[in-house]
């Protein structure tokens, strides 16, 4: 089970990147992938999931409307769609996901077992 996180880069507020989480060794097709984002001395945060588990999706309520997370079966990737950028988006995104099925896009933290390398977002102007 791998996953790769790749598309960040450095862009000014206001701008738009779209990340990708792509699955290698397993199929999209019956997992949640969840993203996440950990800012300089910060904690990691949870930012949105998909689950194809039981068809459940979040996201968090600071990029709600800003942010969408999609996946495509066919490319087993994962999308997020980031648009409106605020500096304090800064961050290295990773993506993730876990093998308990009965959670759906609501595991325990520790349950997010299998996470990819991350991304580095930099919004600045």
């Known amino acids: 089970v791998q996953l790769q996180a790749s598309g960040g880069g450095l862009v000014q507020p206001g701008g738009s990147l779209r990340l990708s989480c792509t699955a290698s060794?397993?199929?999209?097709?019956?997992?949640?992938i969840g993203w996440f984002r950990q800012a300089p001395g910060k904690e990691r945060e949870g930012v949105s999931c998909?689950?194809?588990?039981?068809?459940?999706?979040w996201t968090a309520d600071s990029v709600k409307g800003r942010f969408t997370i999609a996946r495509d079966n066919a490319k087993n990737t994962v999308y997020l769609q980031m648009n409106s950028l605020k500096p304090e988006d800064t961050a290295v995104y990773y993506c993730a996901t876990h093998t308990y099925s009965a959670y759906g896009c609501y595991p325990p933290y520790s349950a997010w077992d299998s996470w990819g390398q991350g991304t580095l977002v930099t919004v600045s102007s």
């Open positions: 998909i689950s194809s588990y039981d068809g459940s999706s």
């Open positions: 060794g397993f199929s999209l097709d019956n997992t949640a």
